[in-house]
Every structure is written in C-alpha cells, then in structure tokens.
Antibody
C-alpha cells in the first residue's frame, strides 16, 4: 500500500522560499501525477501543481510564477518550492498521488504540513 | 478557472439519517467530478470518482450522481464516523478546483 510522508520548514518570514519534500513508500512513480495541494486555515483546498514520472510539470496559473515542483526518482521523492511567500501562503500543504484514469483523482495524501508565514 | 460551489456549507444530522450534499460547477465538467471526506486534522480521503464510482474500500452507504454542472453526494444511514467535511473536486479542466467544503455535524 502506497504511503506518502512529507516534511519541511513550518515557519517562514515574508519573502522567503517555502520548501517541502514528499517521499513515496511502497509504490512506483510511473504512471502517476504527483501533486501538491494546500488548504488555508478554515478554507477550501487549492491545487498547486503536479509532476509526472518523466519530470513534466503542470502548475496552477495563479501560482505559476512562484512555483517549482521537482522529482528525485532515485529517492522516490518529489519536492515543492514556493518563492516570495506572504501571509496569504499560510496553509496546510499536502502532497498527493494523482491518478488520471476516468478522472484525475488524488489518493493517497501525505499527512500535511502547516506552513505559517509571519514576520 | 471552473468554480465549484457546494451547498449547504454545513448541516446537522442524526445517526441513521440520509444526507445529501450538492456540488455545482460554473460550466459543464461532464462527469469529471470526485468527492473526498476530511476529518479534523487529517488529510482528505477519496470516496467517489467519476461522479458515481465508489472508491475501493469505501462503504456502500456513500453514493454519487450527476453530470454536466450538477452533482450530488448521498450518505444513507449516517454513521458516527461519517461526521466530517466533504469536498468536491473537478478534473475536467486545469487547474483542478475544489468546492469550499460541506461540514456534516451531529445534531
């Protein structure tokens, strides 16, 4: 059974870069889309972007100028970098496996990382 | 972006009740609609994909229906473990977007 475990810094100052990594255990990278999704406190979910096993990326246009998602297949890990963060980027960030058959759906998810941006 | 609007935002129900949550898309998404359950402090869990297909391991009291712009998640015979927040998500068009969530609380 595939499990995702994520980690990264939880407290940032404005203008810093958010960096999170997600490790995939018990499954292959091939055939899936590896995504990052965030949820501001008390709000809905927002898809940030994805990367496939070949390294092709697809980003939410609202964040595209600040987002980089990368892949390390040797370690079965993928990462998120979000530059120039502000308080509006405060959220729980999740990694998730995307499976695009019939419909693109996300399962499983990582445990989530609360990232707070504050001066 | 396609806007997903869920109603109601919250509801109160009792164990054994039948609960219906609606998700409306700002344009047709055919049947590219998924439903997730999220409990406090936990990641979302996939329940329904393709509008009406039940994810493996999900109890059959959960069902989904709809097409184009209007979709429904129904929970029949509500159980104590079903009190949670439910999210819809469209995958017809990038960027993938979610509804704001519907919180199901105990009456």
């Amino acid at each position: 059974q595939v499990q995702l475990q994520q980690w990264g810094a939880g407290l940032l100052k404005p203008s810093e870069t958010l960096s999170l990594t997600c490790a995939v255990y018990g499954g292959s990278f091939s055939g899936y889309h590896w995504s990052w999704i965030r949820q501001p406190p008390g709000k809905g979910l927002e898809w940030i972007g994805e990367i496939n096993h070949s390294g092709d990326t697809n980003y939410n246009p609202s964040l595209k100028s600040r987002v980089t998602i990368s892949l390390d297949t040797s370690k079965n890990q993928f990462s998120l970098n979000l530059s120039s963060v502000t308080a509006a980027d405060t959220a729980v960030y999740y990694c998730a496996r995307g499976f695009n058959y019939i419909t693109m759906r996300f399962d499983p998810w990582g445990q989530g990382t609360l990232v707070t941006v504050s001066s | 972006d396609i806007q997903m609007t869920q109603s109601p935002s919250s509801l109160s129900a009792s164990v054994g009740d039948r609960v219906t949550i609606t998700c409306r898309a700002s344009q047709s998404i055919i049947s590219y609609l998924n439903w997730y359950q999220q409990k406090p402090g936990k990641a979302p869990k996939l329940l329904i994909y393709g509008a009406s297909s039940l994810e493996s391991g999900v109890p059959s009291r959960f069902s989904g229906s709809g097409s184009a712009t209007d979709f429904t998640l129904t929970i029949s015979n509500l159980q104590p473990e079903d009190f949670a927040t439910y999210h819809c998500q469209q995958s017809n068009t990038n960027p993938y977007t979610f509804g704001q969530g519907t919180k199901v609380e105990i009456k």
